[in-house]
């Protein structure tokens, strides 16, 4: 569904009506591998937002990043000291069930379309002497764009301070794709991570405001 069709109980020329902010951490998921710290933005849009079952849909940015420690990559020689770096732009679906008193409590579960522009491998490459009794080291940095395909659930609430709503949510979210190697069984590895978003809701005058200003262009 696209972003420019709205409800009739809200029609706005702005599409969007939350924007968020977050933290992220990759899980320590397997042997030698370790996850890192990342960060993110995004901005999304509240479908059936007066109903207790909605949708948002938006577009984020997501800077993600692990470590693994080596593998064997051919009789050849083995990788060590190796980070796998995602920046990621994605288009999430996700389903909003809202409960409580107020109904300021919500669970979500959804999906989303992972575009990478840049995935960045960093290692050593170190050579073997089953094959030359001479060992090269080598430091390497590959980047490819990719695809994925990525699952999340959460959970947040919805806090009323003044006049204005901001948003608090824990999820988990995991990519489909395995960036391991194929040749030599290694660890998976999964652009995944835990999430702590703050967001801010536009409130009915910020909306008016945003309204105004794009009829102007």
């Not at 992972?114 to 390497?140: M, R």
């Not at 764009?145 to 009323?160: E, R, T, Y």
């Not at 835990?194 to 008016?208: A, P, V």
């Amino acid at each position: 569904m696209p972003f420019c069709l709205f409800s009739q109980q809200d029609k706005m020329k702005f599409p969007f009506n939350e924007v968020i902010l977050s933290i992220n951490k990759t899980p320590n998921y397997a042997e030698g591998q370790l996850g890192y710290l990342g960060f993110g933005a995004g901005i999304n849009r509240r479908y059936r937002d007066q109903s207790s079952i909605g949708f948002v849909m938006g577009i984020h940015y997501n800077y993600s990043s692990q470590y693994l420690d080596g593998y064997q990559s051919s009789r050849a020689g083995y990788h060590s000291d190796i980070t796998y770096t995602f920046h990621t732009i994605s288009i999430p679906v996700t389903w909003r069930y809202k409960f409580g008193n107020d109904e300021n409590i919500f669970f979500e579960v959804g999906g989303s379309f992972d575009i990478i522009p840049v995935y960045k491998k960093s290692y050593t490459y170190t050579t073997s002497y089953f094959l030359s009794p001479e060992i090269s080291v080598g430091q390497f940095a590959k980047k490819t764009p990719g695809f994925n395909l990525s699952g999340n659930a959460g959970i947040g609430a919805i806090l009323s301070i003044g006049q204005k709503e901001v948003l608090i949510k824990l999820e988990y979210k995991i990519g489909a794709a395995n960036f391991g190697e194929t040749y030599w069984p290694t660890q998976p590895i999964h652009d995944q991570f835990t999430r702590f978003t703050i967001g801010y809701l536009f409130n009915k005058g910020l909306r008016e405001r945003l309204d105004d200003f794009f009829k102007e262009y």
